[in-house]
Nanobody, 116 residues
Framework: QVQLVESGGGLVQPGGSLRLSCAAS????????MTWYRQAPGKERELVAA????????DYADSVKGRFTISRDNAKNTVYLQMNSLKPDDTARYYC?????????WGKGTLVTVSS
């Protein structure tokens, strides 16, 4: 059974940092592209960042470029999202996603709230 379990969310002040983790099990982790999505209240889910299977290629939404960094540790079956200089607009539930061809798996998400 495939599981993606996100952690690391919470309440942070504007300008602060958080590091999200997503631990994967039940799948060949290194064969999947890993992504982070987020969904704010009343808005559609949007892609935040993606990382290739070996970790050598990354891509980011324009809204987070220069502030967020995605990384992965294939030995630990874990993908990370380092979020710096957080803004209130970053408030959302953040979801981990594993994708390979037409196969997708989702975690249940972790809530990030940026507020003073």
């Amino acid at each position: 059974q495939v599981q993606l379990v996100e952690s690391g969310g919470g309440l942070v002040q504007p300008g602060g940092s958080l590091r999200l983790s997503c631990a994967a099990s039940g799948l060949g982790f290194s064969t999947y592209t890993m992504t982070w999505y987020r969904q704010a209240p009343g808005k559609e889910r949007e892609l935040v960042a993606a990382i290739g299977r070996a970790g050598g290629s990354t891509d980011y939404a324009d809204s987070v470029k220069g502030r967020f960094t995605i990384s992965r540790d294939n030995a630990k079956n874990t993908v990370y999202l380092q979020m710096n200089s957080l803004k209130p607009d970053d408030t959302a539930r953040y979801y981990c996603n594993a994708v390979r061809s037409t196969v997708y798996y989702w975690g249940k998400g972790t809530l990030v709230t940026v507020s003073s």
